[in-house]
């Protein structure tokens, strides 16, 4: 992210050898080398497996047609978002080194801030249909359910790319670096708005995890009511969910929440170092989604373990699609 995190300068190796600086003709002028940050490659290559990662889950839904269910177009969003991310570092590291561009550092600019929100929001809206499955598990198998999800999916990238399109439509600090937050060309207002909104997402997604976790304990308790005990595999199946909550919101918060707050009480003044510090386990997030959402998924991974051993046939029994466990 270093036309988002920081200028990276170009030194004059005439003035550091001590050599005449009077003006040379322009034949004569050497070509001044640009210094590559390590930063820079370690994100650019963050990218690129991010990229072949989130490129597996796509292909895995697009060529397997009994992966339809909602929640599996929720994976293949999320997965779409962390692609268009991985891109966006990718292109990021080029437009550092090779093109000197404001308009093109705007429009990159948008662009991760586009796949960033909408893998955020993609994160909500997988757990909101978790939410529902449970709330309303009789109802959840309905045309009602696939019309709430391609709805939400739709007004999910709406609002990502409105978020997106900030910088582009003046909300940048090319004209006046003073108003630079911590990701240049991203003025302070605009990164405050994301961190805040950001805050907000994840204060909804932990409310609906708790309320996931008392419909689980409800559900458990009911059983051990009609069994008059509560059977050592259910007891098991709900340590687990809750096991499984707790990673998911801890890995969650943990990536986000750091980079959230520094961006409310940081600025340019903020050593530089720190800024990568705290992108970095952001970005990292979106290698980890894959790991979490679909390849945790028995349908995804079994479809996995079928294109890997070069198996096509994806006539094979599923078994009745549920929400991925929690």
């Known amino acids: 992210m270093s036309n988002l995190l920081q200028n990276t300068s170009l030194l004059n190796w005439d003035v550091l050898e001590g050599r005449n600086a009077s003006p040379a003709p322009s034949w004569e002028l050497e070509p001044v080398p640009a210094i590559v940050n390590p930063w820079d490659v370690l994100l650019c290559v963050t990218g690129t497996l991010m990229s072949c990662e989130n490129a597996v889950v796509i292909a895995l839904i697009a060529y397997t047609p009994t992966l339809r269910a909602p929640m599996f177009v929720l994976i293949g969003s999320l997965a779409f978002a962390d ?128 309320q996931i976790c008392k419909i689980a304990f409800r559900h458990a308790q009911q059983i051990a009511v009609q069994h008059q005990f509560m059977t050592t595999s259910h007891s098991s199946s709900t340590t687990k969910g809750v096991s499984t909550l707790t990673t998911i919101l801890g890995t969650f918060g943990f990536c986000w929440i750091p980079l959230a707050m520094y961006s409310l009480v940081a600025d340019t003044r903020t050593p530089v170092i720190y800024t990568y510090a705290m992108a970095l386990p952001a970005i990292c997030h979106s290698i980890i989604n894959p790991m979490i959402y679909a390849f945790r998924n028995p349908e995804i991974l079994r479809s996995l373990r079928i294109a890997c051993c070069l198996c096509m046939p994806y006539s094979f029994t599923m078994r009745p699609r549920t929400p991925s466990d929690v």
């Open 83 to 210: 692609l268009l991310a991985g891109l966006g570092l990718i292109l990021n590291f080029t437009v550092t080194y090779i093109i000197d561009s404001g308009f093109v550092t705007l429009l990159l600019a948008g662009l991760l801030i586009t796949a960033f929100s909408a893998s955020v929001l993609n994160i909500l809206a997988i757990t909101v249909d978790r939410y529902l499955s449970l709330y309303n598990a009789l109802t959840y198998h309905t045309e009602g359910t696939v019309m709430f999800t391609y709805i939400t999916l739709i007004l999910m990238w709406v609002i990502s790319t409105a978020l997106g399109s900030l910088p582009v439509l003046g909300w940048n600090c090319l004209e006046d670096e003073s108003t630079c937050s911590i990701c240049r060309p991203v003025n302070k207002n605009n990164a405050a708005a994301l961190a805040v909104s950001f805050l907000l997402v994840f204060g909804l997604i932990l409310q609906l995890y708790l």
